[in-house]
């Protein structure tokens, strides 16, 4: 935040998860924890940066057709995974396509929110 102070303002993006707001479903509490901390850092970051003119946001995904869902579930866990989310799975442009638009001017007036793109399997 040090450079964007001197520089007179920013803007700053983190990749939280879903599973920070809700929790997980397969036992991975370290990783649910780091994301509910990290959702609970923008906030505080948030709150430091208004009189910076730096705003501090998060976006949330759900389950991302990537190749790191590849990597961690089989193709028939995917099937039925999928089955969870009501528009199905995102892709890495519909998180892109968020953080573009946090890091822009037009969000301007923005901090200390979680944008969730999870294709609404969580509503909040």
Known sequence: MEIMRKQGGGRIVVVASLTGQRGTEYGQVHYAASKGGQIALVKTLARVGT???????AVAPGSIDSEM????????????????????????????????????????????????????????
Do not use: Q
């Not at 009189?51 to 946001?57: A, D, G, L, S, W």
């Open 51 to 57: 009189k910076y003119k730096i705003t501090v946001n």
């Open 69 to 124: 869902l590849d990597n961690f579930v089989t193709p028939e866990k995917k099937k039925e995974l999928a089955k969870k989310f009501p528009l199905g799975f995102g892709t890495v442009d519909d998180v892109g396509a968020a953080v573009v638009y946090l890091a822009s001017d037009e969000a301007r007036y923005i901090t200390g929110i979680t944008i969730d793109i999870n294709g609404g399997m969580y509503m909040r």
